[in-house]
């Protein structure tokens, strides 16, 4: 079992690109959470999401950031005109169905120049 | 609102000196509280859940407890390789999501 797969591993984005980050869940799960963490802050909740369908995006900032997870492949998080405030590692995170605790991947540092 | 703080923010021992770490939580019905450790450049490690008041829990020289408004991570003889952050977190009734705490740093010199 290879884990909670994400990708790049580090994206550096000139302001106003867009940058798409990947997550695979571990197999089997069918739950994928995102959270941002800031330098020196904890972990901020941005938005769960189950296959094709966003259940809570409560944590999300309502502009520029969008997430999908399609029923096939993995689960997207986007961020449109990136500006120097997004710089942040990223954080997936996947559980089975009714299980409550996550399985965190290694994270997609973002860096905004 | 729900929220979850971690004391100390920083803490450095020497090798073989037990000490505690904190969390104290706010959340309208407690359906789980966890520990996570965290290397730098990686993602959090699971370590614990704990569901209810009294219940504990231990892997190798970690041992959590949880009482109605804090829990608290003991690190009995800590070895250098036990230096991460660890990170509390809690998830409410009828949330999905987890709210974390800022975590506490944890150095152990050999």
């Known amino acids: 079992n290879a884990g909670v797969m994400q990708n790049p591993r580090h994206l550096v984005r000139r302001r106003g690109q867009e940058a798409r980050l990947r997550c695979s869940p571990m197999?089997?799960?069918?739950?994928v959470y995102w959270y941002r963490q800031l330098p020196e802050e904890g972990l901020k909740f941005m938005v769960y999401?189950?296959?094709?369908?966003?259940?809570?995006e409560s944590g999300m900032p309502k502009e520029r950031f969008s997430a999908e997870f399609p029923k096939e492949g993995p689960s997207i998080l986007r961020i449109q005109q990136v500006v120097r405030g997004d710089s942040a590692a990223y954080f997936c995170?996947?559980?089975?169905?009714?299980?409550?605790?996550?399985?965190f991947g290694s994270g997609t540092r973002l860096t905004v120049v | 609102e729900d929220q979850v703080t971690q004391s100390p923010e920083a803490l450095r021992l020497q090798e073989g000196e037990s000490s505690s770490l904190n969390c104290s939580y706010t959340?309208?019905?407690?359906?789980?509280l966890f520990w996570y450790r965290q290397d730098p450049g990686k993602g959090p490690e699971f370590l614990f859940t704990?569901?209810?008041a009294g219940e504990e829990k231990e892997k190798e020289r970690l041992k959590a407890t949880l009482t109605k408004k804090e829990s608290f991570l003991h690190i009995t003889a800590p070895k250098p390789e036990d230096s991460a952050t660890y990170l509390c977190?809690?998830?409410?009734?009828?949330?999905?999501?987890?709210?974390f705490g800022a975590g506490t740093r944890l150095t152990v010199k050999p």
């Open positions: 977190a809690v998830q409410a009734e009828g949330n999905n999501d987890m709210r």
């Open positions: 959340v309208s019905g407690l359906r789980g």
């Open positions: 999401l189950q296959k094709e369908n966003i259940i809570d």
């Open positions: 995170a996947s559980s089975p169905q009714g299980y409550y605790g996550y399985t």
């Open positions: 197999k089997g799960h069918s739950h």
């Open positions: 704990l569901y209810s």
